[in-house]
């Protein structure tokens, strides 16, 4: 039990120290796109210090208050669920007690607590957010879903190990070759899940200031971000177990998840936001049609 | 909506962090995205290549919630005035103003307008002005490096003088707002 408790708590740091550093390279090279020198490698630990020391004297209510640890509390639980290194028997922390249907479940936990905080916010443009976050979750969660139920037909299983243990001994025999079309749809519905552009109606700064947490500040805003940060890197881990063989060492853990991180930034600097119906229509017709193909294939 | 209840007079509790909280503080400086008078126009070039004020940790931030610093940038007229108190006050502490331009300084050339402040620092307190009709993007970052300097010493502390001096602030902005309808705090 201690063990465990010890495995969860550094597993659950080191997921946010490598969500932060991330998200640190993302803003360096994001500048370097731009031409400029950008912010240092550590600026987002510095954003969340910086926050988490702010006074907080303001809260619209118990909703409001609990959000970002719904958040938090979405983004380890997913950590948790899933095997970090396969075959490592500290770092395979909770992924025993719950399948692939527990871990989609709890990828969507978080979003819809920030739904019910910011909505209890007040605020009409959290309500404005929210209303697009979730027809935009129904839209991708769509396709996601389909790729996963591939995966699962395909391979006879619904748990991660199993998936990531049929993945081994070669490189063709991850479902990114596997079942190409399947995987394509799933890095398309990363876009939105991460909420970078063309996909970030629900964040749209220009248009709605900031979206859900427009009413969060401080020291509740440290915990969103801190809970952004550990889902980011769950969910990289995630989709490395699922698509590209799962990890068999660390660095072939931090490989893998620095070049999957580093695909939306290939689209994000380039791309303006699609309206919400644009978003909704694309994310409905393209890797929906994209997994139907997997999905045709693996029935007949 | 509003919560009437005045703000407590700030303490100094926080030593054991401060210096650390200070240096985080000063490289984190996130702005209001708010605009008065001519000088916002001078705000738009510091994201560019060719200023890049991220560099210096500062980014801009949809709403007042979120931010640290609030610009005013330029002429501030009364009904502006108003807003401002509004947005100053729903900042979270501890939080600074950079004030742009002469006309916040002493009214620059509107001194003699009907509908203009003339000196800021007695309606909000200020923690740097920047002078020039308008100052360039090189002056506001100038300004910028300025506020961080005060923030590491810990001098940026117009938020408390504003807490601690709260009577004088209102006296002198229901002087000169005439149809005053604000509660006793924005929160």
Known sequence: MTRLLVSVILTSLGALVYGLLLGGVSRVITASIHGRIGPRLTQNFIDLWKLFRKESSIHHGTMFWMAPMFRLTGGIGVLLLVPIIAGNSVLTNMSFSGDLLLVLYFMFFGCLGMALGAGDSGHPYAVVAVSRGLLQMSAYELSFSAAVLVLALGLGTFSIENIVSAQQGGILNWNVFRFPFATAAALITFLPMNMTYPFNIVLAPQEIPIGPPTEYSSRFLSFMFSGRAIFGVAKLILFVNLFFGGAGSWSSLLIKTFLLYMYPLFVSPVFPRFRTEQSVRFLWFVPTSLVAVDLLRVIL | ?187
């Not at chain 2, 401060?18 to 240096?23: F, N």
């Not at chain 2, 200023?51 to 931030?61: P, Q, T, V, Y």
């Not at chain 2, 940038?73 to 807003?83: A, D, F």
């Open chain 2, 1 to 187: 909506m509003y919560c009437n209840k005045i703000p407590d007079k700030p303490v100094d509790n926080e030593k054991i962090w401060k210096k650390l909280d200070d240096l985080a503080r000063a490289n984190s400086l996130w702005i209001t995205a708010y605009g008065t008078g001519c000088g916002a126009i001078e705000l738009r070039p510091l994201h560019t290549s060719r200023f890049d004020m991220e560099r210096f940790g500062i980014a801009m931030r949809p709403t007042p919630r979120q931010s640290d610093v609030l610009i005013i940038s330029g002429y501030l007229s009364v009904k502006t005035l108003k807003r401002v108190i509004r947005v100053y006050e729903q900042i979270q502490d501890p939080k600074y103003i950079l004030a742009l331009g002469s006309c916040t300084i002493d009214g620059g050339m509107y001194f003699d307008s009907y509908n203009t402040i003339n000196i800021l620092d007695r309606y909000i307190p200020v923690d740097v002005y920047v002078n020039g009709c308008m100052p360039r993007p090189e002056a506001v970052i100038d300004g910028f490096i300025l506020l961080m300097k005060k923030i590491k010493e810990g001098k940026a502390v117009g938020w408390k003088r504003y807490k601690e001096n709260l009577e004088y602030y209102r006296k002198n902005q229901r002087e000169i707002i005439r149809n005053w309808d604000l509660p006793d705090y924005n929160w």
